[in-house]
């Protein structure tokens, strides 16, 4: 293969990443916007010794589930690579995903559809965008695909609650009409880095987060006021500042520029405290969902002990702790301990607790102290739960483990690991689209020990 050169091919695959997969003589091909099935023509950018990759240039016979949206600018930014898949074999594809990956491992269970939703569009309740300059002014938008700085300028993102989007135009515009400068890589000069927002699905309520380069924003004081002048719903203001050198989205160190530290929100009844670094998922309606699900899997009980590991906020073990005897948390973030603690404070549970620790270590302290839990929920981040972790969850031999994954991969690497050492899946294991338009699935298992 050669760069330029211009192959026909048919997409055997979507991977899970969202990349279609095609060969030409035997050599794989890697694209965007190409569906199972599809013969298309492509030109390749880049090559190596296992695959190349390659931008669509025409279809030459489309999947009779293709669509056109007609948003190259969203192509083009990676914010909703199956946009072009009608919506029910995006369901489709996702669950087939899902199979192969737990195939790949070995693993012989049945996946269930994937649910999905009934708006399967403009649902993130938060978002993080980049600015840049752009004939004199700021623009807002997302990073072009293959490219380390190039802001494509969108003002309908697709997949955010359309107030945030009209919000993040509106802070742009204030930032704007004072000369805020975007922090650039290639010079290390500018303020701004992101505006990042949030929004409360049942509350209404709106927090902008000014992430900067710099400790302080030229007038902020001045910036803070006419956002909050202009803003529907606002309730906070704070800055973030964030040095490009922490190669992070955001930091930990916030200051309040404008009315309070946190928003509210609702999630199964239970009132939450979300700040600028809350854990939080970003699709409140298929949420609830996931964790009403969550819990029935689990099949609770008023005699129930559970144990909430990766706790965040409290989500998940706030939302149960009505079903059960008692709930324990833990979480490595002492910040976001202080808000679970203030959640539990909010909505007066008295039947949880949660503790700032390494949860594998404190599992461990837990099964020397005695405690024989019945049930634990696990919802890790991406890579997934340690070895550490795993073996804790054996000695402890709950009657029911609950795990929830936005990876699947990952997932799957665990469960082998649990089928290995004396547990088994109970019932199905549960897609469920948590993220619509996207390369993205939230899966839920259950393992039970080896009777």
């Not at 994937?114 to 980049?130: A, E, F």
Request: hydrophobic share 40%.
């Amino acid at each position: 293969m050669k760069l330029g050169e211009v192959v026909t091919v048919t997409i055997e695959e979507v991977a899970y990443h969202g990349q279609a997969i095609g060969t030409y003589k035997g050599y794989p091909i890697h694209m965007d916007n190409a569906f199972e099935h599809e013969t298309v023509r492509c030109e390749i950018t880049q090559v190596n010794r296992k695959f190349s990759r390659a931008k669509l240039v025409e279809i030459v016979e489309a999947s009779a589930d293709r669509i056109d949206m007609n948003r190259p600018d969203l192509m083009e930014t990676g914010i909703a690579p199956y946009l072009n898949l009608a919506y029910p074999a995006q369901l489709k594809l996702k669950q087939k995903q899902v199979a192969r990956i737990f195939e790949n491992e070995s693993i012989q269970t049945n996946v269930a559809p994937t649910i999905g939703m009934d708006n399967p569009s403009h649902y993130r309740n938060k978002t993080v965008v980049p600015m840049a300059y752009e004939n004199g002014h700021l623009v807002t938008g997302f990073i072009k695909r293959q490219t380390a700085n190039t802001v494509v300028p969108l003002d309908d993102y697709f997949v955010n609650d359309p107030v945030i989007d009209r919000v993040i135009g509106q802070v742009r515009d204030v930032l704007d009409a004072h000369q805020v400068t975007p922090f650039s890589d290639e010079t290390g000069l500018g303020e701004m880095r992101y505006i990042m927002v949030r929004r409360g699905y049942y509350s209404g309520e709106v927090m902008v987060v000014l992430v900067t380069q710099t400790a302080e924003l030229k007038d902020e004081d001045a910036i803070a006021e006419e956002i909050a002048a202009v803003v529907p719903g606002i309730k906070s203001v704070m800055l973030n500042y964030n040095p490009r050198n922490l190669h992070l989205m955001m930091s930990g160190d916030n200051r309040l520029l404008w009315g309070a530290d946190a928003i509210h929100d609702t999630l199964l009844g239970i009132e939450f405290v979300i700040g600028p670094n809350s854990f939080y998922q970003v699709n409140p309606q298929t949420t609830e969902v996931l964790y009403a699900m969550a819990a029935k899997k689990g099949e609770l009980t008023e005699q129930d002990t559970v144990i909430d590991a990766y706790s965040g906020i409290g989500t998940i073990g706030l939302t149960v702790a009505n079903q059960v005897k008692q709930v324990l948390g833990v979480e490595v973030i002492a910040r976001a301990v202080e808000d679970a603690q203030r959640n539990v404070e909010r909505n007066q549970i008295e039947n949880t607790s949660f503790v700032t620790a390494d949860a594998p270590e404190q599992m461990q302290k837990w099964q020397a102290e005695g405690l024989e839990p019945n049930v634990i929920f696990v919802d890790p981040p991406r890579p997934g739960l340690t070895p550490e972790l795993l073996d804790a969850v054996i000695n402890m031999q709950p009657e029911r483990f609950v795990y929830i994954s936005c990876n699947p991969k990952t997932m799957a690497r665990d469960i082998r690991y649990l089928l290995d050492r004396g547990f088994e899946l109970s019932g199905d294991v549960q897609p469920l689209d948590q993220f619509p338009q996207t390369a993205h699935v939230e899966t839920v298992a259950v393992l039970v020990p080896t009777k």
